[in-house]
């Protein structure tokens, strides 16, 4: 049975009922491989096969509107059958769902979560992060899950297979700054962020938020990409788009009056017979 499954963004920062393409190719990902990965560990445990086009859609979201209200992402989950009836799968992956979804509010893994989906959480928790400060999760048969995007780790959800990467940099818009925690956040020019953990004299480094700085600490590496530096320091950066924004605007007249005109001397030199020639070719 298809069930709606409903996101809300709160105070994201762009119109009620909007959301930029970038955070919602992100989220709509994230929240499919997590759906798809606990399906597939729910069909695939010991009992009845099941056909490749069941888990399809078994394990398919499909997103059907986004309204405001700060902005709401709405989508039916499941199979398109209309049958008013619970598999014993679906019962099974629901659940795993939700308790992955207040895990994330209450920023802890549980132990049963498997490397793969906990991979995708992590994926979905950055989504949230670069979408809005907070969000809720609801559907029909469960309340609204508040999640404080601000305030959970991405590391919390780091597969076993992440490794530590040396005293590595990086740079970035200083966008996130914690004090209470220590903890801040930098996001390069392509939209990749890096969590900052245990920030060294945080209070001088909070002034540079909203600017370009290079952070540099011990890294820490997940799926084959930099996700955290711990023991950190910050120093401000040159914003990369700097060079392209002039001191000075000119008026269309200024530039149509420093334009070269045409050359007098600059035409080719011909002699007579040159010149004969090039008339014959050009009336043929």
Same mark, same amino acid.
């Given at each position: 049975? &298809?069930?709606?499954?409903?996101?809300?963004?709160?105070?994201?920062?762009?119109?009620?009922?909007?959301?930029?393409?970038?955070?919602?190719?992100?989220?709509?990902?994230?929240?499919?491989?997590?759906?798809?990965?606990?399906?597939?560990?729910?069909?695939?445990?010991?009992?009845?096969?099941?056909?490749?086009?069941?888990?399809?859609?078994?394990?398919?979201?499909?997103?059907? $509107?986004?309204?405001?209200?700060? *902005?709401?992402?709405?989508? +039916?989950?499941?199979?398109?059958?209309?049958?008013?009836?619970?598999?014993?799968?679906?019962?099974?992956?629901?659940?795993?769902?939700?308790?992955?979804?207040?895990?994330?509010?209450?920023? /802890?893994?549980?132990?049963?979560?498997?490397?793969?989906?906990?991979?995708?959480?992590?994926?979905?928790?950055?989504?949230?992060?670069?979408?809005?400060?907070?969000?809720?999760?609801?559907? +029909?048969?469960?309340?609204?899950?508040?999640?404080?995007?601000?305030?959970?780790?991405?590391? *919390?959800?780091? +597969?076993? /297979?992440?490794? +530590?990467?040396?005293?590595?940099?990086?740079?970035?818009?200083?966008?996130?700054? !914690?004090?209470?925690?220590?903890?801040?956040?930098?996001? !390069?020019?392509?939209?990749?962020?890096?969590?900052?953990?245990?920030?060294?004299? !945080?209070?001088? $480094?909070?002034?540079?938020?909203?600017?370009?700085?290079? &952070?540099?600490?011990?890294?820490?590496?997940?799926?084959?990409?930099?996700?955290?530096?711990?023991?950190?320091?910050?120093?401000? $950066?040159?914003?990369?788009?700097?060079?392209?924004?002039?001191?000075?605007?000119?008026?269309?007249?200024?530039?149509?009056?420093?334009?070269?005109?045409?050359? &007098?001397?600059?035409?080719?030199?011909? *002699?007579?017979?040159?010149?004969?020639?090039?008339? !014959?070719?050009?009336?043929?």
């Amino acid at each position: 049975m &298809a069930r709606d499954l409903e996101l809300r963004l709160v105070d994201a920062p762009v119109p009620d009922g909007e959301i930029v393409v970038k955070d919602l190719a992100a989220l709509t990902t994230a929240l499919q491989e997590v759906w798809t990965r606990i399906g597939r560990d729910v069909v695939n445990t010991p009992g009845p096969g099941r056909t490749k086009h069941f888990m399809e859609q078994f394990v398919q979201l499909r997103l059907r $509107a986004i309204t405001s209200g700060s *902005t709401v992402l709405s989508f +039916s989950k499941g199979p398109m059958d209309k049958l008013d009836v619970d598999l014993p799968e679906e019962r099974i992956a629901d659940g795993r769902f939700w308790e992955v979804i207040e895990s994330i509010r209450a920023d /802890r893994r549980p132990s049963s979560v498997t490397d793969l989906v906990a991979e995708s959480v992590a994926k979905l928790v950055a989504a949230l992060q670069a979408a809005a400060p907070a969000a809720s999760l609801s559907d +029909s048969a469960h309340p609204a899950v508040e999640i404080e995007s601000s305030r959970i780790h991405l590391e *919390t959800w780091m +597969s076993k /297979r992440v490794r +530590s990467g040396g005293q590595m940099q990086a740079r970035g818009l200083l966008e996130k700054v !914690d004090l209470r925690s220590h903890d801040f956040r930098v996001r !390069d020019d392509v939209g990749q962020a890096v969590e900052l953990r245990h920030v060294l004299d !945080d209070v001088e $480094a909070a002034q540079h938020v909203g600017q370009w700085v290079v &952070a540099t600490g011990q890294g820490v590496f997940g799926s084959d990409r930099l996700v955290a530096l711990t023991d950190v320091s910050i120093a401000l $950066a040159d914003d990369p788009a700097s060079g392209m924004v002039g001191d000075e605007v000119l008026t269309l007249d200024q530039i149509l009056a420093s334009a070269p005109g045409p050359d &007098a001397d600059g035409a080719i030199d011909l *002699t007579d017979d040159e010149f004969v020639a090039f008339l !014959d070719a050009a009336r043929g």
